[in-house]
């Protein structure tokens, strides 16, 4: 079971910047924690892909297990897969302290986002730009994390879609204060002021912190952009 004082040391820092590993460099995996740890970062969001929910190919338990290893910074896991169910059980297991999974895997959340609870990790659910947000309303109750899509998943280095905003706008009516709202992909120091602004406390940004030589300034960077709003 997870140690539930890494969901609550998400909980309680505000505004989060994560960043998305799938833009770093996993031949130096341990070297690229390290960078991050000492840039500051509060916690690692990991993209796990399976190439049938979105057309691309990622990692899976092992790598989650080697960063558990490597870290103690809370693991925020974000689910693109089909049939998220069969898996979620063993991400917690391997050490994830928030799993995501996608509202279009399933057909009905609640139960899954029950037994993450109950396994002892954060649960979310995250929607695509394409997907309307009522079809999560139904399941916000049993969310500790909501994640509004600002790029199709499946890639890095996407354009940021202005959708998102809205959906934060209206999200932050409909969750209680303590549910973390969440924005992935195309984040950078042009449009994370505007998450922030609607309502965003989580950003995950991939290219925008791997792009740079300097981890810890543009972590900087983007969290006081996102403070300032
Ligand atoms: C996309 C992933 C994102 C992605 C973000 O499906 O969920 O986490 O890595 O990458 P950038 O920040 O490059 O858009
Ligand atoms: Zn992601």
């Keep these: 079971m997870p140690d539930r004082s890494n969901l609550s040391r998400l909980r ?11 833009a770093c460099d996993f031949g130096n995996l341990e070297r690229e924690v390290r ?3 000492a840039a500051g970062v509060q916690g690692l969001h990991l993209d796990v892909m399976d190439g049938c929910f979105v057309p691309n190919l990622t990692f899976g338990l092992p790598i989650l297990e080697a960063l558990r290893r490597l870290t103690d910074l809370p693991l925020d896991v974000h689910l693109m897969i089909v ?3 069969r898996y ?5 297991d391997a050490g994830a302290d928030v799993v995501t999974f996608h509202i279009e895997a399933v057909d009905d959340p609640r139960p899954l986002l029950a037994r993450i609870r109950e396994r002892g990790a954060g649960a979310g659910i995250a929607l695509n730009p394409a997907t309307p947000l009522a079809q999560i309303e139904g399941c916000l109750d049993l969310c500790d994390l909501v994640l509004a899509m600002s790029v199709p998943a499946g890639f890095g280095g996407q354009s940021f879609d202005e959708v998102a905003l809205d959906k934060l706008r209206r999200l932050r009516d409909l ?4 549910t973390m709202l969440e924005v992935d992909g195309g984040v950078n120091d042009r449009t994370i002021a505007r998450c922030a602004a ?7 940004a ?7 030589s300097d981890y810890a300034a543009v972590v900087r ?3 006081e952009l996102a403070s300032s709003c």
């Design 206 to 212: 991939g290219t925008a912190i791997f792009g740079h």
């Design 88 to 92: 979620a059980d063993r991400f917690v």
């Design 83 to 85: 049939q998220p169910g």
């Design 221 to 223: 960077q983007l969290t």
């Design 12 to 22: 309680e820092a505000s505004p989060v910047v994560l960043p998305s590993l799938l």
């Design 35 to 37: 960078r991050l740890e």
């Design 198 to 204: 609607a309502g965003a406390r989580y950003f995950v």
């Design 175 to 178: 969750v209680p204060a303590e």
